[in-house]
């Protein structure tokens, strides 16, 4: 495929390769949920959607950096990583 940019799938992407965690997946999808209902309160020119769109973003923003560090201790002593 020509000009065809494929991309890996969030939770590949995000994890490195690894199984996400609990706390990442949810991360990952509050944040996809997110932008969806933003660009829908902005097309139907619907503030409150728009502003529970950028709320469920940030909240799926801090639940993958719980995720992130949660994983950075679990595996501190890990000399594989």
């Known amino acids: ?10 939770s590949v992407a995000a994890a490195g390769g690894a199984p996400l965690s609990d706390h990442r997946r949810r991360g990952a999808w509050d944040e996809i949920k997110g ?6 309160g902005k097309i139907t020119d619907d503030r409150s959607t728009e ?3 950028k709320l469920d973003q940030a909240k799926g923003k801090l639940e993958r950096k719980i995720g992130d560090a949660k ?7 890990d000399p594989k990583r």
């Open 35 to 40: 932008v969806i209902k933003e660009q829908k």
């Open 71 to 77: 994983g950075a201790l679990r595996h501190e002593g």
């Open 51 to 53: 502003a529970s769109g």
């Open 1 to 10: 495929m020509v000009g065809v940019y494929l991309r890996p799938a969030a």
